[in-house]
């Protein structure tokens, strides 16, 4: 099934059932060790997580750890820096851990991160932010902040669609929008395209709104700006309330149909 690497024999698989994630006692979690601070994260970050596995469950339940490679480890063993057989073991055991891996700034090759977000469609970023008791913090009140940001993984910048100022196809670009387009783009500019789609934004909005009915949190903010970039981010706010309406009807309520509630008016801009 994989060329270099070999599967533990000592565990399982985690399993989707139902849309949820079904995980047996044992099971096989892949792990890219990561570069240059990513092995000592890694030997932390691993020890952290068996010693928080056997607290709360003892012997009964244990991660089986499966090593795959990306980055400079798997130049060095595949002559490639991202393996099929990395992909093909995150497809394979749906959950895995990854450190930090080198992209350099400006150039060489694409970010691996970015570029393992979009083989393997892994979409949403989601960051959890609070503050914990004790911790220093810069505002007034910590201990009210607690947000869940789901940020989209694989389209907008992430798409990493550019060309570089001076190029040929740089160039190109330019010329193309100024004589079909009738837009001014100075001459000496790099240029980056930002697509947003119907489909990677209700796959984000859908999840978010699905994760906050889920732990009863009491609002779904879309981050944009739409007064600015109509077609692209003021899309991803309609299309992201075309989902509340769409799929979350009994669940939700918009903005609007809040402000019209209390006084049957709409202010101006909303």
Known sequence: MFEKVTPPSNGQKITIDNGRLAIPDNPIIPFIEGDGIGPDIWAAAQRVLDASVKAAYGESKKIIWFEVFAGENANEKYGEWLPEDTKKAIREYIVAVKGPLTTPVGGGFRSLNV???Q???LYACVRPVRWYQGVPSPVKEPQRLNVVVFRENTEDVYAGIEWQQ????GDKIIQFVSSEM???IRDDSGIGIKPISVTGTKQL???AIRYALERNRKSVTLMHKGNIMKFTEGAFKDWGY???RD???DETISEDEVWEKYD????EGK
């Open 166 to 169: 001076g190029s040929e196809d």
């Open 182 to 184: 009738g837009k001014s």
């Open 242 to 244: 075309e989902v509340a």
């Open 247 to 249: 799929q979350f009807a």
């Open 119 to 121: 083989q393997l469609n």
């Open 264 to 267: 049957g008016t709409v202010p």
């Open 115 to 117: 570029t393992l977000r």
């Open 205 to 207: 909005v859908a999840k």
